[in-house]
């Protein structure tokens, strides 16, 4: 089952692929998708939420709620 996050920061493709670059890193992640214009980040695998939320906290975005 995909964990879902809303993330606030993104505004262009290239914020979705510095995202989804780190948290592709994460052991246990099989796939993500960022959409920026959703402002949501999308996780198949493994991947302990806390984990998540550590990774997009540590990047130059932030989780929204």
Do not use: F, K, Q
């Amino acid at each position: 089952m995909p964990t879902t996050l809303s993330v606030r920061g993104m505004s262009c493709g290239g914020c979705e692929s510095n995202i989804e670059s780190t948290i592709a890193e994460l052991p246990g992640c099989e796939t993500v998708e960022a959409d920026h214009e959703a402002g949501t980040v999308t996780v198949e695998g493994s991947v302990p939420r806390a984990e998540l939320e550590a990774a997009i906290e540590s990047s130059p975005y932030e989780l929204d709620g």
